[in-house]
Nanobody
Framework: QVQLVESGGGLAQPGGSLGLSCAASGSIFSINIMRWFRQVPGKQREVVATITSGGTTSYADSVKGRFTISRDNAKKTWYLQMHSLKPEDTAVYSC??????????????WGQGTQVTVSS
Protein backbone atom coordinates (compact mmCIF):
# COMPACT_ATOMS: atom_id res chain seq x y z
CA GLN A 1 0.00 0.00 0.00
CA VAL A 2 0.96 3.63 -0.56
CA GLN A 3 -0.23 6.13 2.03
CA LEU A 4 0.08 9.90 2.42
CA VAL A 5 -0.48 11.33 5.89
CA GLU A 6 -0.73 15.06 6.70
CA SER A 7 0.02 16.62 10.05
CA GLY A 8 0.22 20.11 11.52
CA GLY A 9 -3.23 21.55 10.88
CA GLY A 10 -5.08 23.53 13.53
CA LEU A 11 -5.88 27.03 14.70
CA ALA A 12 -3.74 30.10 14.11
CA GLN A 13 -4.07 33.83 14.74
CA PRO A 14 -4.10 36.30 11.84
CA GLY A 15 -0.49 37.19 11.12
CA GLY A 16 0.69 33.97 12.72
CA SER A 17 2.45 30.91 11.35
CA LEU A 18 1.68 27.24 10.90
CA GLY A 19 3.60 24.34 9.38
CA LEU A 20 2.16 21.32 7.58
CA SER A 21 3.88 18.02 6.80
CA CYS A 22 3.03 15.18 4.44
CA ALA A 23 4.75 11.82 4.83
CA ALA A 24 4.50 9.15 2.14
CA SER A 25 5.07 5.47 2.87
CA GLY A 26 4.75 2.14 1.08
CA SER A 27 6.18 0.56 -2.06
CA ILE A 28 7.43 3.79 -3.63
CA PHE A 29 10.23 3.90 -6.17
CA SER A 30 10.25 7.66 -6.65
CA ILE A 31 8.08 10.73 -6.13
CA ASN A 32 8.08 13.06 -9.12
CA ILE A 33 5.78 15.90 -8.05
CA MET A 34 4.58 16.92 -4.61
CA ARG A 35 1.76 19.41 -4.11
CA TRP A 36 -0.44 21.07 -1.53
CA PHE A 37 -4.08 21.85 -2.29
CA ARG A 38 -6.75 23.67 -0.34
CA GLN A 39 -10.53 23.80 -0.59
CA VAL A 40 -13.27 25.92 0.96
CA PRO A 41 -16.84 24.54 0.99
CA GLY A 42 -18.68 25.68 -2.13
CA LYS A 43 -15.45 26.57 -3.95
CA GLN A 44 -13.25 24.60 -6.31
CA ARG A 45 -10.09 23.05 -4.96
CA GLU A 46 -6.97 25.03 -5.83
CA VAL A 47 -3.28 24.25 -5.97
CA VAL A 48 -1.41 26.17 -3.30
CA ALA A 49 2.16 25.06 -3.97
CA THR A 50 4.09 22.51 -6.02
CA ILE A 51 7.61 21.12 -5.79
CA THR A 52 9.41 18.58 -7.95
CA SER A 53 11.94 16.02 -6.79
CA GLY A 54 14.59 18.30 -8.29
CA GLY A 55 13.45 21.23 -6.16
CA THR A 56 11.58 23.40 -8.67
CA THR A 57 8.74 25.26 -6.93
CA SER A 58 5.62 27.16 -7.91
CA TYR A 59 2.93 28.96 -5.88
CA ALA A 60 -0.55 30.34 -6.22
CA ASP A 61 -0.51 34.14 -6.51
CA SER A 62 -2.51 34.46 -3.30
CA VAL A 63 0.25 32.88 -1.18
CA LYS A 64 3.44 34.06 -2.88
CA GLY A 65 5.84 35.56 -0.39
CA ARG A 66 3.99 34.04 2.57
CA PHE A 67 4.09 30.26 2.04
CA THR A 68 7.11 28.05 1.33
CA ILE A 69 7.07 24.46 0.08
CA SER A 70 10.05 22.18 0.67
CA ARG A 71 10.82 18.48 0.52
CA ASP A 72 13.12 15.77 1.82
CA ASN A 73 13.42 13.15 -0.90
CA ALA A 74 15.17 10.61 1.33
CA LYS A 75 12.38 10.80 3.92
CA LYS A 76 9.62 10.97 1.26
CA THR A 77 8.21 13.95 3.12
CA TRP A 78 7.23 17.45 2.03
CA TYR A 79 6.25 20.53 3.95
CA LEU A 80 4.27 23.73 3.72
CA GLN A 81 5.46 26.58 5.95
CA MET A 82 2.74 29.23 6.23
CA HIS A 83 3.49 32.72 7.52
CA SER A 84 1.54 35.97 7.77
CA LEU A 85 -1.67 33.97 7.81
CA LYS A 86 -4.94 35.62 6.84
CA PRO A 87 -8.53 34.58 7.61
CA GLU A 88 -8.99 33.82 3.91
CA ASP A 89 -6.34 31.10 4.23
CA THR A 90 -8.88 29.06 6.21
CA ALA A 91 -9.51 25.82 4.32
CA VAL A 92 -8.99 22.08 4.28
CA TYR A 93 -5.43 21.47 3.11
CA SER A 94 -4.54 18.21 1.36
CA CYS A 95 -1.25 16.84 0.14
CA UNK A 96 -0.87 15.12 -3.20
CA UNK A 97 1.88 13.26 -5.04
CA UNK A 98 2.51 11.88 -8.48
CA UNK A 99 4.76 8.87 -7.93
CA UNK A 100 6.14 5.66 -9.34
CA UNK A 101 5.74 2.43 -7.40
CA UNK A 102 8.37 -0.28 -7.08
CA UNK A 103 6.53 -2.39 -9.67
CA UNK A 104 6.59 0.38 -12.26
CA UNK A 105 3.13 1.95 -12.20
CA UNK A 106 2.62 5.72 -12.13
CA UNK A 107 -0.20 7.02 -9.95
CA UNK A 108 -1.54 10.03 -8.07
CA UNK A 109 -2.17 9.69 -4.34
CA TRP A 110 -3.94 11.94 -1.85
CA GLY A 111 -3.76 12.49 1.86
CA GLN A 112 -6.93 12.66 3.93
CA GLY A 113 -6.77 16.42 4.47
CA THR A 114 -6.26 18.63 7.51
CA GLN A 115 -8.23 21.69 8.63
CA VAL A 116 -6.45 25.04 8.92
CA THR A 117 -8.43 27.81 10.60
CA VAL A 118 -7.15 31.38 10.88
CA SER A 119 -9.20 33.44 13.31
CA SER A 120 -8.83 35.84 16.21
Amino acid sequence: QVQLVESGGGLAQPGGSLGLSCAASGSIFSINIMRWFRQVPGKQREVVATITSGGTTSYADSVKGRFTISRDNAKKTWYLQMHSLKPEDTAVYSCNAHLRTNWGSSSVYWGQGTQVTVSS
